[in-house]
């Protein structure tokens, strides 16, 4: 099986001409896109810009993003189904640009199932090795393996018509599994999911990843599929890579401001333009801070950083800063309680525990403890500096 190196990888999908538009109108059009678009050149959207990453052979690595990220730009060019207009792809040290999907021994799942509607789950799950022309008794005993893993052993019979959408998608990942191939690529597998099926496949697909050990790189938006699921997340925006660290690190250091908001976005406290003195020190909420040296270095040239804190960092405590509450939420075994302070909103949790949730009354005086051991702190470019 393969480690896949990505070096400089680039990609830039050319503006969408439409045909019957000639002349003005065609490059009225092109223009728009320009503007449209957060990246484009004058070639067309820059879909992936200059990416390098090394996914280990066995690994499962979570690219995560917002919609328009590159995410799927990144598979495809993985498995093969998009050159990349500038850079290297390749499967253990060989280069692979120009290796076309087929040749490359790697399997997709996407988010519709794309499964074919006329098919049962049996044939469904048998095709990769139908068309590789095995013998009928062997092909019926990887079936029956590999519905059992994936639950499906009463549903081999039925159309995916009559399937629950968390059915129908364990049915596209058997047949990726089928085929044993050396790497299966997952576009927003889950996506189409409720939030409990949603919970149930992922928890599958990690049990599958630790029997199988295939490499594994599953992409989504979903911050909780990524948290729950990787052994290694790569954090991408406007197609350039962001961070690329284990759940841990991202979760605790993350690179600049976008990957710490957008890891446990809800409930990330972030305090913008604090300024600092020219000995380094800040006052959040009364309380006076001190830069390191080496952190005042990354501060810049500038006056000003932003602090942030995740509100399961932060402790309702006599010693704290001194809040009102302004309600609170339940979200699963959480209480979130949103409070302010010297007019900035702080949003804190707690597990609940059976009495907390009667505790916070809209209007009631709180005291909120900060240990700096927490604090993510950036600059004026968003850029970690502790
Ligand atoms: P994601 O999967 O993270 O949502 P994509 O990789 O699909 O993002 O897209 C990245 C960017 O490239 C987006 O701005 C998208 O509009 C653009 N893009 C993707 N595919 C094409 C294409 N075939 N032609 C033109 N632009 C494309
Ligand atoms: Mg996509």
């Not at 728009?32 to 484009?40: C, I, L």
């Not at 328009?68 to 050159?83: C, N, P, W």
């Not at 994936?150 to 089928?178: C, F, M, T, W, Y």
């Amino acid at each position: 099986m393969p480690k896949i190196t990505l070096k400089d990888v680039t990609m830039i999908y050319p503006f969408q001409k439409v045909s019957g538009l000639f002349g003005r109108k065609q490059k009225q059009l092109i223009l728009k896109q320009q503007q449209e678009m957060p990246y484009t050149s004058n070639e067309g959207v820059i879909a992936l810009q200059h990416f390098d990453g090394v996914i280990e052979d066995g690994s499962f690595t979570v690219v995560l993003g917002p919609s328009g990220s590159g995410k799927s730009t990144l598979l495809r060019i993985v498995a093969g189904l998009e050159r990349p207009v500038l850079g290297e792809v390749c499967f253990d040290d060989v280069l692979c640009n120009d290796v076309p999907a087929q040749e490359r021994d790697v399997a997709m799942v996407f988010q519709n199932y794309s499964l074919y509607p006329n098919q049962t789950v049996y044939q469904n799950i048998a095709f990769p090795l139908e068309v590789k022309h095995i013998p009928r008794e062997e092909i019926e005993a990887e079936v029956k393996k590999i519905a059992k893993l994936l639950r499906l052993d009463e549903k081999l019979n039925r159309l995916p018509q009559e399937l629950s959408g968390g059915e129908r998608q364990r049915v596209a990942i058997a047949r990726a599994l089928i085929r044993k191939p050396s790497v299966i690529l997952f576009d927003e597998p889950f996506s189409n999911l409720d939030v409990l099926m949603r919970k149930e496949l992922r928890n599958e697909l990690k049990q599958i990843h630790e029997t199988c050990k295939t490499t594994f790189i599953y992409v989504t938006h979903d911050q909780y599929d990524a948290l729950y699921l990787a052994e290694r997340i790569v954090i991408l925006k406007d197609g350039i890579k962001q961070m690329d660290a284990s759940v841990s690190d991202v979760y605790n250091y993350p690179a600049n401001r976008f990957c710490a908001q957008f890891i446990g976005s809800s409930t990330f406290n972030l305090f913008e333009d604090i300024p600092v003195g020219k000995d380094g020190r800040y006052k959040l909420f009364g309380q006076t801070y001190e830069l390191t040296e080496k952190q005042q270095k990354r501060l810049g040239k500038a006056k000003t950083l932003d602090a942030g804190i995740r509100g399961t960092n932060l402790a309702v405590s006599d010693l704290g800063v001194d809040a009102i509450v302004e309600y609170t939420e339940m979200i699963e075994a959480d209480l979130i309680v949103h409070a302010k302070a010297e007019e900035k909103e702080i949003i804190l949790v707690e597990k609940m525990n059976g009495s907390n949730e009667m505790k916070y009354m809209r209007g009631q005086p709180i005291r909120i403890a900060f240990d700096p051991k927490y604090f993510h702190l950036f600059n004026q470019n968003g850029e970690r500096i502790n």
